[in-house]
């Protein structure tokens, strides 16, 4: 069955320092999904990585993927007030047949 | 263009009701997914539904049941409500292979008294 870790579930951080979220999945997996949540609102999608290697930028955020370590990262940079919120890391299939399986989420708070 | 839709959004039932939830996918797409997201937990998958069958299924029980029409739209219910079903339900929809990711609704946020 396929399960998916995140590390750490609860982060406080100060404004302008650097931290990174990890995410480890049990099984074999074709894509990785990492969503932002607002407290009371849907799932925002913020990357979605394909392949080993795989590396994306979006602002202060950066995620990528390590496929044989079954392992991505949320790289977060010089942090601002505006990116707390809950981030969740998710894993699937190509065929869109195949369900996507969240981790748990971590709660990001950055304190000015 | 519309994205995902849900309705309601908000949702007040007793233990043992009934309860459907309604979800219009994005346009062109044509797989719909269910999830149940807890408070303070990650959404857990219930069901997909293509091409009006159920292609997968989550660890839920028979008490939640689904329907998808020839529209792509997607009801999600369920029967004899527990205080435990409490909790924001969420319809995500993709097309095929070509979609790399997962658009999601709004969702319904369901409380059990």
């Known amino acids: 069955e396929l399960k998916v870790e995140q590390n750490p579930l609860f982060l406080s951080m100060q404004e302008g320092k650097n931290y990174t979220i990890y995410c480890n999945y049990s099984?074999?997996?074709?894509?990785l999904y990492w969503y932002r949540q607002d407290p009371g609102k849907s799932l925002e999608s913020l990357f979605v990585l394909l392949s080993n290697g795989a590396v994306k930028q979006e602002g202060r955020l950066m995620a990528s993927l390590d496929t044989k370590a079954r392992l991505s990262t949320l790289h977060i940079t010089a942090a601002v007030h505006d990116l707390s919120a809950t981030y969740f890391c998710?894993?699937?299939?190509?065929?869109?047949?195949?369900?996507?399986?969240f981790g748990p989420g971590t709660s990001l708070s950055v304190i000015p | 263009d519309a994205g995902v839709t849900q309705s309601p959004t908000h949702l007040i039932k007793t233990r043992g009701q009934q309860v459907t939830l309604r979800c219009s996918p994005k346009?062109?797409?044509?797989?719909v997914s269910w999830y149940q997201q807890a408070l303070g937990q990650g959404p857990q998958f219930i069901f997909q539904?293509?091409?009006?069958?159920?292609?997968q299924r989550g660890n839920f029980p028979d008490r939640f049941s689904g329907h998808q029409f020839p529209n792509y739209s997607s009801e999600l219910n369920v029967n004899a409500l527990l205080l435990g079903d409490s909790a924001l339900y969420l319809c995500?929809?993709?097309?095929?292979?070509?979609?790399?990711?997962?658009?999601f609704g709004s969702g319904t946020q369901l409380s059990v008294l």
């Open positions: 539904y293509y091409e009006e069958e159920e292609r």
């Open positions: 099984t074999t997996s074709d894509r």
């Open positions: 995500a929809s993709s097309f095929g292979t070509v979609d790399e990711k997962l658009f």
């Open positions: 998710a894993v699937g299939r190509k065929t869109s047949y195949d369900k996507v399986i």
């Open positions: 346009s062109g797409h044509d797989t």
